[in-house]
């Protein structure tokens, strides 16, 4: 994918493209195009909705993680039109480790970010509520 087939008030998203260009090796940031073009297509084609944006496919999972936080990065410059965009990793005791990105204030704020933490376990209690309701029910568990 060519970053010129990005939107094209995705100005910020090009300009952050173009800098993690100089930044990366040729064959490292030819993979983040890999994996964010599609998801970048998809922003441009439904819009943003209330819809989240995981790396979680096979061929996301084979990159290094320095290549994912990229694109977890350029992903969120897309969604906010923001470059002031953080990656944070929170332990989560349910869970385990989980990186989100948040802006920078939010980053900067112990509070703001247990009440991202807050919510994550929330959600967590939830879908192994709903998946033990599908196992019992004979349905998919694979929310």
Request: proline content about 6%; charged content about 35%.
């Amino acid at each position: 994918m060519n970053p010129d087939d990005f939107p094209p008030d995705a100005r910020a998203v090009d300009l952050y493209l173009d800098l993690l260009r100089i930044r990366m090796s040729e064959e490292d940031y030819r993979r983040l195009l890999t994996v964010v073009g599609p998801i970048l297509r998809a922003i441009e084609q439904q819009g943003l909705g209330t819809v989240d944006y995981a790396l979680d496919g096979e061929q996301a999972q084979e990159l290094p993680q320095e290549i994912r936080d990229e694109a977890a990065l350029v992903i969120a410059t897309a969604v906010t039109g923001r470059m002031d965009n953080e990656l944070v990793e929170l332990d989560i005791e349910e869970t385990g480790p989980v990186r989100v990105v948040t802006d920078a204030a939010t980053a900067a704020d112990p509070d703001r970010l247990e009440e991202v933490a807050a919510y994550i376990r929330e959600r967590h209690r939830q879908n192994e509520e709903l998946r033990g309701i599908a196992e019992a029910s004979d349905l998919p568990t694979d929310l």
